[in-house]
């Protein structure tokens, strides 16, 4: 689509070419009778250009500069900047209140080695008594709507190439050890053009969402994305989602939105909350791509949304079902343009052992959906122990090729060498003749390849392993779940601990208004039908508070995170069964420092679980 080198310069066309037309709107929260904020494209480049200038004059050229914003129209002017400047941008979380999550930015921060931060003025105070109090002397902050700093007419156009630094992207991590992938210039303009393909865009599209801007999925394909294809972008803050999942949609009728989405939750929760009455007032006919991504697809996610919208006009091909990743950029697969979701049946008993098989009669079976085809990639599926390639049909893990895959993760040459430049065991990978790297991205994903789609199955390190039996957590919590409406969809975490043995531990949340029912029964209930259905004991169920289990923004189980929090004895139940072997395992466990939330998503994260407890 483009024969740009760098997408500074991309953009800078763009805004010449758009000049008074909306780059983006922004719909700040109704409750205070807000009305929505419009963005020009030229006032974009002008406000680009200011803040560039300031940068330039700081020697930020090269150099990492954090961004920390409430959602809004200045962090994109601020980012734009970066751009300008030919600085590298680090998006992060904004504290939710002074010194609450500090700790998180503070490890991205020194990690990155940020020069500077970019704020707006209502957080520039809290966010420079951070920067002194952590000694962070020599790292300016500035607070970008201030008019008076910054020259837009001294700026000067950047000296930038394909392999210049774009942004780090930071992902999973603890506080002391958070990670950025690297994302060049070239692994933009590369996977933009990779979204276009997938989905169709063109000028003409309206993009957006509600998903926090650091967020890949939110950066890339909610904000990046409309500034690719030199169209209009409309965007509210994930909190006001999060409140009234009706704003979202009424959105995008209202603005005739053809291009966005978010996590399967996020679907979930339209379901659930928008009424009778407001599905009367929605338009959702100009939706043709609605991207279902960011975590495990539901079959019944997608039927639900499809047959409870349908009659606002929304179509069964216009779901999206895709998968990507930040070491990607964003997207890999995406179902073909025109498709409705595939939704394939297995056998149970089939895919704990590794395969896709075709189910047997009356026994158990486990829906799937497809992720799609790779236009821009290569897939292959390997054994994550032996190295060696497998065939169609059968579970391991996704290992990557292509333009959009990240160099690596910043400053992490041993990690990078494991992750970024791995080998299948006979191939022909390494170098090719330019030196340059023609390893694999290891994604820690599983999945299998069926017809050419791919269909992931969870998470790596998240398998539970039973009796030589490969269990997908997200398989149990979905059964947890079903077995009341007492329990939160999507509101629980599944993980084995291990004494003698390994153990189930299932954590559910109650629903707000069910927290007096009779707990003891809907626990007896899930072990029963646990037994049941997976042929195993289900012996530690723990039923609580709803906001107990964490998650990151982008919707996904912090699973890990809450083994760690169940051994150390910090969790709270209101009604819990725990076999005297677990017992006795969380008493000997040493409590350790909580790590902050994974994925850069703490704040929101806080607000979203508060949400969700009160809602």
Known sequence: MTNFRT????????????????????????????????????????????????LQDRGAAKRQVLLLYPAGLDFIKAFTACLYAGAVAVPGPLPAEQGQHFARISGILRDAEACAVLTDSANAPAISAWLAAEGFTDVACLATDDPAQGDAGAWHAPSLTPESLAFLQYTSGSTSDPKGVVVSHGNLLANEAAIQRSIGTSAESVCGGWLPFYHDMGLIGHILHPLYLGAQGVLMAPFTFLKRPYRWLKMIGDYGMTTGGGPNFAYDLCVRRVTDAQLETLDLSSWTTACNGAEPVRAETVRAFTERFAPAGFRPEAMFPCYGMAETTLLVTGIPRGAAARVLDVDAEALERGELADPRGDFATRSLVSSGIARDFEIRVVDPESLVEKPGGHIGEIWLKGDSVAAGYWKRPATNKEIFDAEISGGADGQDTDGQNTGWLRTGDLGALHDGELYVTGRLKELVILSGRNLYPQDVERAVQSTDKALGAGAGAVFAVETDREHLVAIQEVRPAAVATDLHTVASNIQSFIGKEFSIPAGNVLLVRPGTVRKTTSGKIQRTLMRKLFLEGGITALYEVLEPAVQELIASTEPEPEPEADDATAATTDAAQTLESVV
């Open 7 to 54: 997408f500074t310069e991309l953009v800078l066309e763009r805004s010449e070419a758009r000049k008074d037309a909306d780059a983006f709107v922004f719909l700040p929260d109704d409750a205070r009778g807000s009305v929505p904020q419009h963005l020009t494209s030229a006032a974009l480049d002008q406000e680009a250009r200011r803040i560039a200038s300031w």
